[in-house]
């Protein structure tokens, strides 16, 4: 793709009036570290506590990758989607109760959809219940060293308790890459394919900033936009924490302000155990500010993004060149944010077991049972959420996505409503019709013969309402 140098500076530009002028700058958490040796390159209040939104599924993405390493279940085994799966607010995948779906196809649709039911499908699936999984997300949070994190669900659903930290976040992806090095391109998946329909990542860096290969979004109104991304260039990889961004734009611009100054610096300031930490603590809610209020928060971030800046080439050899190939430019941060969706080749993923598998299949059971003990799948199907489900944060709906089965429902209950309006509104015309007739002796006049016709527009109104234009599913502004 070809981008003229006007094109890019007239991006910035937008970008720059849209927000005004950045005031002072009030820092949200960020963290830069290099992966190999673990050391920080910079942070602006990497231990304070925050809502990690969608980046929990990290976390989720981890122990059941444990599991697989343990040999607890492995990654060809079916998990089933429980009816508490299936009814985790958006965004989700949509499948029926009863459903399979084979673990490495889940762990795919959890990192590029984010899908909420398919996380608690993988919770159930692992440990037998999103309780028990929980706990053993806390269990490994400590493991790891993350003393600013809790846990209580596997998808990062509204829940006040549930807090992490930049530099929780970090240690974490760090230990992902470490880990598991053979399963590094699960965060790295532009797109992928069900059947027909297309589902690209929501990291808006993967495809745009040089060197960009994973990780994982994340939004709730409550939280903002988080983001934690890796990025490597010339063998060196680096992974960038950035929470609380007013907007996807601006967290996808600072974050790669930050790589930008990370990858020219290289200089260590601190290390991960060195970094002051006071435990988990109640998070900020950004609902207001991010929510409803964002052109102060936005103004503030702008001026964030413009402190991380360094003068540098951008890696992108057509931009070096538009611009000269002497002359050093700013950041190239906010162009990227501004680049046009790039294309994947999707992976493809789908629903049911992998061909000619014959072991067993996860799903709810007791707490510690191994994979295959459970109960009928009548009992299964027909069971009801734990006591006090129903009061739940988890059980909540989120504003972070939207469900591939919404469009399906909202064109039935719409056309549902234009039948019931026009069947409505046709017995009120037919039953003054016949009062006008009772009281007046004439015969009726010609023009009231046009209204045999009014059931065929009523009729047509519903034809139309039937077949409404479909949105695609779309991050608002996408964990």
Same mark, same amino acid.
């Given at each position: 793709?070809?981008?003229?140098?006007?094109?890019?500076?007239?991006?910035?530009?937008?970008?720059?009036?849209?927000?005004?002028?950045?005031?002072?700058?009030?820092?949200?958490?960020?963290?830069?570290?290099?992966?190999?040796?673990?050391?920080?390159?910079?942070?602006?209040?990497?231990?304070?506590?925050?809502?990690?939104?969608?980046?929990?599924?990290?976390?989720?993405?981890?122990?059941?990758?444990?599991?697989?390493?343990?040999?607890?279940?492995?990654?060809?085994?079916?998990?089933?989607?429980?009816?508490?799966?299936?009814?985790?607010?958006?965004?989700?995948?949509?499948?029926?109760?009863?459903?399979?779906?084979?673990?490495?196809?889940?762990?795919?649709?959890?990192?590029?959809?984010?899908?909420?039911?398919?996380?608690?499908?993988? *919770?159930? /699936?692992?440990?037998?219940?999103?309780?028990?999984? !929980?706990?053993?997300?806390?269990? %490994? &949070? =400590?493991?790891? @060293?993350?003393?600013?994190?809790?846990?209580?669900?596997?998808?990062?659903?509204?829940?006040?308790?549930?807090?992490?930290?930049?530099?929780?976040?970090?240690?974490?992806?760090?230990?992902?890459?470490?880990?598991?090095?053979?399963?590094?391109?699960?965060?790295?998946?532009?797109?992928?394919?069900?059947?027909?329909?297309?589902?690209?990542?929501?990291?808006?860096?993967?495809?745009?900033?040089?060197? *960009?290969? /994973?990780?994982?979004?994340?939004?709730?109104?409550? !939280?903002?936009?988080?983001?934690? %991304? &890796? =990025?490597?260039? @010339?063998?060196?990889?680096?992974?960038?924490?950035?929470?609380?961004?007013?907007?996807?734009?601006?967290?996808?611009?600072?974050?790669?302000?930050?790589?930008?100054?990370?990858?020219?610096?290289?200089?260590?300031?601190?290390?991960?155990?060195?970094?002051?930490?006071?435990?988990?603590?109640?998070?900020?809610?950004?609902?207001?500010?991010?929510?409803?209020?964002?052109?102060?928060?936005?103004?503030?971030?702008?001026?964030?993004?413009?402190?991380?800046?360094?003068?540098?080439?951008?890696?992108?050899?057509?931009?070096?060149?538009?611009?000269?190939?002497?002359?050093?430019?700013?950041?190239?941060?906010?162009?990227?944010?501004?680049?046009?969706?790039?294309?994947?080749?999707p992976v493809p993923v789908y629903v049911g077991r992998t061909p000619g598998y014959v072991g067993p299949v996860a799903r709810t059971r007791a707490p510690g049972a191994p994979v295959g003990e459970q109960t009928d799948l009548a009992a299964y199907a027909a069971q009801s959420e734990p006591a006090g489900a129903d009061a739940s944060p988890i059980s909540k709906p989120a504003p972070d996505?939207?469900?591939?089965?919404?469009?399906?429902?909202?064109?039935?209950?719409?056309?549902?409503?234009?039948?019931?309006?026009?069947?409505?509104?046709?017995?009120?015309?037919?039953?003054?019709?016949?009062?006008?007739?009772?009281?007046?002796?004439?015969?009726?006049?010609?023009?009231?013969?046009?209204?045999?016709?009014k059931p065929k527009a009523a009729g047509e109104t519903q034809k139309r309402a039937v077949a409404p234009k479909v949105r695609s599913p779309a991050e608002p502004g996408k964990s």
């Amino acid at each position: 793709m070809i981008f003229s140098k006007s094109t890019l500076i007239a991006a910035a530009t937008a970008l720059l009036v849209s927000f005004g002028a950045a005031g002072p700058a009030r820092a949200t958490p960020s963290i830069v570290i290099d992966v190999a040796s673990g050391a920080v390159l910079s942070h602006e209040q990497a231990t304070a506590s925050w809502y990690p939104a969608s980046v929990t599924k990290l976390m989720t993405a981890y122990v059941a990758l444990d599991a697989v390493r343990q040999g607890r279940i492995s990654l060809d085994t079916p998990v089933m989607m429980s009816p508490r799966a299936c009814r985790m607010a958006p965004s989700k995948m949509g499948f029926r109760a009863g459903s399979e779906v084979t673990l490495r196809n889940a762990l795919v649709m959890l990192m590029v959809k984010s899908a909420n039911d398919i996380a608690v499908a993988i *919770a159930e /699936g692992v440990s037998g219940s999103v309780e028990a999984f !929980a706990d053993e997300m806390n269990r %490994a &949070s =400590a493991s790891l @060293g993350m003393t600013q994190s809790v846990w209580y669900n596997p998808n990062g659903l509204p829940d006040e308790r549930q807090v992490t930290s930049a530099r929780d976040l970090a240690i974490l992806g760090r230990a992902l890459y470490l880990q598991f090095p053979e399963h590094a391109n699960l965060f790295n998946i532009g797109a992928m394919q069900l059947g027909r329909q297309i589902i690209p990542t929501h990291n808006h860096l993967l495809g745009r900033y040089p060197g *960009a290969d /994973g990780m994982k979004t994340g939004f709730t109104c409550s !939280a903002g936009f988080n983001l934690v %991304a &890796s =990025a490597t260039r @010339g063998g060196r990889r680096l992974i960038a924490v950035v929470l609380g961004a007013p907007s996807p734009i601006l967290r996808t611009a600072k974050t790669a302000a930050l790589l930008d100054r990370g990858f020219q610096s290289g200089a260590a300031v601190a290390s991960l155990a060195s970094l002051p930490s006071s435990g988990p603590t109640a998070a900020p809610d950004l609902r207001e500010a991010v929510c409803h209020h964002r052109g102060s928060g936005a103004a503030e971030f702008m001026a964030e993004i413009e402190d991380a800046s360094v003068p540098m080439g951008s890696g992108v050899p057509l931009l070096d060149t538009l611009n000269g190939a002497q002359q050093p430019q700013r950041s190239n941060a906010k162009e990227i944010a501004h680049l046009p969706r790039p294309r994947f080749e999707p992976v493809p993923v789908y629903v049911g077991r992998t061909p000619g598998y014959v072991g067993p299949v996860a799903r709810t059971r007791a707490p510690g049972a191994p994979v295959g003990e459970q109960t009928d799948l009548a009992a299964y199907a027909a069971q009801s959420e734990p006591a006090g489900a129903d009061a739940s944060p988890i059980s909540k709906p989120a504003p972070d996505a939207v469900s591939l089965r919404r469009a399906k429902h909202a064109k039935a209950m719409k056309a549902a409503r234009a039948a019931a309006k026009a069947a409505k509104a046709e017995a009120a015309k037919q039953d003054g019709a016949s009062a006008e007739a009772s009281e007046s002796a004439p015969a009726p006049r010609p023009k009231a013969a046009p209204k045999t016709a009014k059931p065929k527009a009523a009729g047509e109104t519903q034809k139309r309402a039937v077949a409404p234009k479909v949105r695609s599913p779309a991050e608002p502004g996408k964990s």
